[in-house]
């Protein structure tokens, strides 16, 4: 009998297929093929000499360069991590489900368990009434179906498909196909923030390449957690083209979360080697092993630079939003006025200066060489959230790749710290205030 969970089957691979084709076929230049992608260098890479007009690195310099990072990290259609001689001694496969990332802890494996079944409840349906034949995995994880077809001749085949469908975490060929078609219009194929779609967005999407992440939790400008990167994406970014991709299933979040991982290692292992050669006149295969593994461990880090609370934040009450006034204005202490201004609308005195011409531009850049606009924070859009923790980890740690600094590490000549943790606070709840409206009212 024909019962509504086929139906669903039906309907729901249908709508993907459609979806995924059109995709394709959009990027592909509407003939329906599949587009032959390529890795770029970056622009500062291949820059010319402005006195010579000559490049600055050697062009088989250039080329010597393409070829090591495709054989760290291999290409758009087929990315991987190059084992190293002693991760192989260990056991320790970067490429395998969650040895890239680090292993996951039992409530994100929880959580993505439950996520899956709900993803694959129609296959998990049909694998229950003991149907191997109806129970066709999701079309688009291209992989999972070829795994699940190598399955049919096994003796428990159900049982084990099961196990396929409910811990189901996506390849890093799953993770950059999914990025190429729901990112790389605004990111660019190499994570540069030069898509498509890119160019005509302000603000412009972010250059992963640097590897430097405004919105994180760490205390200092450390290279951001993984949890940081899916907070971003099932977010977004107020105020800019940067989506929530909360929509999507988890597993696919954690795989896109991966993908920018390694297109901003990728990234960085470029402009460190390009740094090296522009020195030296060239690099060797042990150079490239090197930085690739330094900046490897700086990622495998991450989580020990994470800003943890170790106390419960204190109520917003008016003598705090007083003192955080107080501060903000407080031109020997936190100085917040020099930038956001009187009104902290954005208009400091450090943030305008005049050019050759006599015109009136904007005095800071960013770490990509844009010109950085403080925050109007009476507008009430924080980038990184208008939660108060996540105020608190912008005052205290700043903001990567931008002038803002944090004030959190700083310590006098005597090495106390200059400000308390019940002092940021203020600087946050005075924050809410001029955003919601209540900054007068103390």
Not at 223 to 247: H, I, K, N
Not at 274 to 284: I, S, V
Request: aromatic content about 8%.
């Amino acid at each position: 009998m024909f019962r509504q969970a086929h139906l669903r089957v039906i309907v729901r691979h249908a709508v993907a297929g459609a979806a995924a084709w059109c995709a394709l076929a959009f990027l592909a230049g509407c003939d329906g093929a599949r587009p032959v992608l390529e890795h770029s260098l970056a622009p500062e890479t291949t820059a010319l000499d402005e006195a010579t007009g000559e490049p600055r690195l050697a062009l088989a310099v250039q080329a010597d360069l393409r070829a090591e990072l495709e054989r760290l990290f291999g290409t758009p259609h087929a990315p991987r991590y190059a084992p190293l001689p002693e991760w192989r001694a260990s056991g320790f496969d970067p490429n395998q489900p969650f040895e890239s990332v680090g292993e996951l802890s039992s409530a994100e494996r929880d959580a993505l368990r439950a996520e899956n079944l709900g993803v694959f409840e129609d296959e998990l349906e049909e694998l229950d009434d003991a149907n191997f034949a109806d129970a066709r995995p999701a079309e688009r994880y291209f992989d999972l179906a070829a795994s699940f077809d190598a399955l049919a001749t096994a003796p428990d085949r159900v049982e084990r498909a099961r196990t396929l469908l409910t811990d189901r975490y996506p390849t890093l060929a799953e993770s950059a196909e999914s990025y190429r078609v729901k990112c790389s219009h605004c990111h660019g194929i190499s994570g540069g923030g030069d898509g498509r779609t890119g160019q005509f967005l302000d603000p412009k999407p972010r250059d992963f390449r640097h590897g430097v992440f405004k919105y994180t939790g760490q205390r200092e400008r450390a290279v951001p957690r993984r949890a940081d990167l899916l907070e971003t994406l099932e977010r977004g970014l107020q105020g800019t083209a940067m989506p929530s991709f909360r929509g999507l299933p988890l597993g696919e979040r954690h795989g896109l979360a991966d993908y920018v991982r390694l297109l901003a290692l990728r990234g960085m292992v470029e402009r460190r080697l390009a740094g090296l050669a522009a020195e030296q006149g060239d690099f060797t295969r042990d150079d490239a092993d090197a930085v690739y593994a330094e900046v490897w461990e700086l990622w495998q880090r991450a989580d020990e630079h994470a800003l943890v609370l170790a106390d419960v934040p204190p109520e917003a009450t008016p003598e705090r939003v007083r003192r955080g006034r107080e501060l903000f204005h407080d031109t020997a202490r936190a100085n917040c006025v020099q930038c956001h201004g009187e009104s902290g609308r954005g208009d400091g005195p450090a943030v305008w200066t005049v050019d050759a011409e006599g015109e009136r531009v904007l005095a800071l850049r960013d770490e990509w060489g844009r010109p950085a606009e403080p925050r109007d924070l009476t507008r009430g859009r924080f980038r990184g959230g208008d939660r108060p923790i996540d105020l608190y980890r912008r005052i205290w740690a700043g903001i990567p790749g931008t002038p803002m600094p944090g004030i959190g590490g700083t310590r006098g000549s005597d090495g106390v710290p200059l400000f308390t943790s019940d002092e940021v606070w203020c600087l946050v709840h005075y924050v809410r205030a001029l955003a919601y409206g209540s900054a007068d009212d103390v």
